[in-house]
T-cell receptor, first 115, second 111 residues
Framework: DAGITQSPRYKITETGRQVTLMCHQTWSHSYMFWYRQDLGHGLRLIYYSAAADITDKGEVPDGYVVSRSKTENFPLTLESATRSQTSVYFC??????????????FGPGTRLTVL | RKEVEQDPGPFNVPEGATVAFNCTYSNSASQSFFWYRQDCRKEPKLLMSVYSSGNEDGRFTAQLNRASQYISLLIRDSKLSDSATYLCAEKLNTGGFKTIFGAGTRLFVKA
């Protein structure tokens, strides 16, 4: 199906483990984003990507790594998970045309719990 | 100070009521603003963009006040289905598509 998908939808892991969250979009959008959402903070940008092989840090990048070898995929890796990374993670994508009002389309989210 | 601030609410209103939310932003150079709606345990979805001249979509009206650096969302004739969290967002004028979101305002519409 067309759209933006995330996997897994739910994940429980332990402190210190490496975890990779997957994001896949079928629209060929150039821009992709990773956010985390916590109570009281709203959506905070972790990393974003303007195109394949182009990534940049957002507001809260520490402890996360991203890659973008293909336009449609934008995986997020927690290299050594910590309890403070327990959160809901949303991936989003946006069209590449230079317009002020380009909408971001969000995936369904991944609920990550780090024990 | 947060870049984008919203009253978290919750706003509890009866069906048919008119309710308004404000959202303040700190970057005076930002050009583009949005309201997203987020249902419980779901992803945010765009409700409407906020144009300089203001815009209306059915029961929803969005306004931008550059002098005071806030945007507003007005919902008329509230429906039960309007119950959700409303996130305001500011697209920074720094190139690219970096967007800052507020923490959201919760709305409960009751029968």
């Amino acid at each position: 199906d067309a759209g933006i998908t995330q996997s897994p939808r739910y994940k429980i892991t332990e402190t210190g483990r490496q975890v990779t969250l997957m994001c896949h979009q079928t629209w060929s959008h150039s821009y992709m984003f990773w956010y985390r959402q916590d109570l009281g903070h709203g959506l905070r940008l972790i990393y974003y990507s303007a195109a394949a092989d182009i990534t940049d840090k957002g507001e809260v990048p520490d402890g996360y790594v991203v890659s973008r070898s293909k336009t449609e995929n934008f995986p997020l890796t927690l290299e050594s998970a910590t309890r403070s990374q327990t959160s809901v993670y949303f991936c989003a994508s946006s069209e590449s045309r230079l317009a002020d009002y380009n909408e971001q389309f969000f995936g369904p989210g991944t609920r990550l719990t780090v024990l | 100070r947060k870049e984008v601030e919203q009253d978290p609410g919750p706003f509890n209103v009866p069906e048919g009521a008119t309710v308004a939310f404000n959202c303040t932003y700190s970057n005076s150079a930002s050009q583009s603003f949005f309201w997203y709606r987020q249902d419980c345990r779901k992803e945010p979805k765009l409700l409407m963009s906020v144009y300089s001249s203001g815009n209306e979509d059915g029961r929803f009206t969005a306004q931008l006040n550059r002098a005071s650096q806030y945007i507003s969302l007005l919902i008329r004739d509230s429906k039960l289905s309007d119950s959700a969290t409303y996130l305001c967002a500011e697209k920074l004028n720094t190139g690219g598509f970096k967007t800052i979101f507020g923490a959201g305002t919760r709305l409960f519409v009751k029968a």
